[in-house]
């Protein structure tokens, strides 16, 4: 019984509430984020972005503030402050890393604010959100249209003609995973198209854990954004890009 009410509640999720966001913008988008997010991310992920002129989106677990995840030093408070200041985008991730599909409303919501108030301590603004494990329900989806500006799911897609900015898709960055042929292919297809690619990743080390990237894969993928003449913006911006694109 519990599976089958899953079921029916991930196929509304997928198929009702839908915000959509049409592509009419004049290039396509390639956008960046991390998850959790792992102190190397904040340190290495960050420099790479800056040092090619654009920014990044991470999305925070104020639960694993100065924790360890899968042998990984996790963000201090400190860190994110730079983060912002340095103009990149802050977004949430439940302060437990909550399944969303699997909690029931009061749970998520519950840690929902419970992230919000520790964004709200240290004086950060929050706006969007990335479910953990990209799992999703339809109450969660409710949950995040009525705390966010937006809401990032995973499911290894780029988007084209246009996009539910409650279910935004998002491409594993992960060693290994792709060669860098397929990710360039990936890259120029979204340039062509006009379309709109969000990578995740987590950790960003020379020696990655299976849910992370080398920072020589992380500078590949944003050196073929630019020369494939994408523009790279935080998942808040790409937004705004389609969105103003659309009113033109
Ligand atoms: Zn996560």
Redesign the pocket.
């Known amino acids: 019984m519990q599976s089958l009410i899953r079921r029916i509640s991930r196929f509304a999720a997928r198929h009702f509430a839908k915000s959509w966001l049409p592509f009419h913008a004049p290039r396509g988008v390639v956008s960046f984020s991390f998850?959790?997010v792992p102190l190397s991310a904040c340190e290495q992920g960050a420099a790479i972005l800056e040092k090619h002129g654009v920014r990044g989106t991470f999305?925070v677990?104020g639960g694993l503030t100065d924790q360890t995840e899968q042998g990984q030093q996790c963000h201090s408070e400190d860190i994110l402050r730079q983060l912002h200041l340095a103009g990149h985008e802050l977004g949430c991730?439940t302060f437990s890393?909550t399944h969303c599909e699997r909690a029931d409303r009061d749970q998520i919501q519950a840690d929902l604010l419970r992230n919000q108030d520790f964004f709200k301590r240290l004086q950060l603004p929050l706006s969007g959100f990335?479910f953990?494990?990209g799992a999703y329900s339809f109450a969660s989806k409710l949950l995040a249209k009525a705390h966010f500006g937006y809401a990032r799911i995973t499911g290894n897609r780029t988007m084209f003609d246009g996009a539910d900015v409650y279910a935004l898709p998002a491409m594993a960055l992960y060693e290994g995973r792709m060669t860098p042929q397929t990710l360039q292919a990936l890259i120029q297809d979204v340039a062509k198209r006009k379309g709109w690619l969000i990578f995740y990743t987590?950790e960003v080390t020379h020696q990655p854990g299976q849910w992370g990237a080398t920072p020589e894969l992380l500078g590949f993928c944003i050196a073929e954004a630019i020369s494939a003449g994408c523009e790279v913006k935080t998942i808040r911006d790409a937004i705004l890009y389609f969105e103003q694109a659309r009113r033109s």
């Open positions: 998850d959790d999305f677990c991730h890393h990335a953990p494990f987590h």
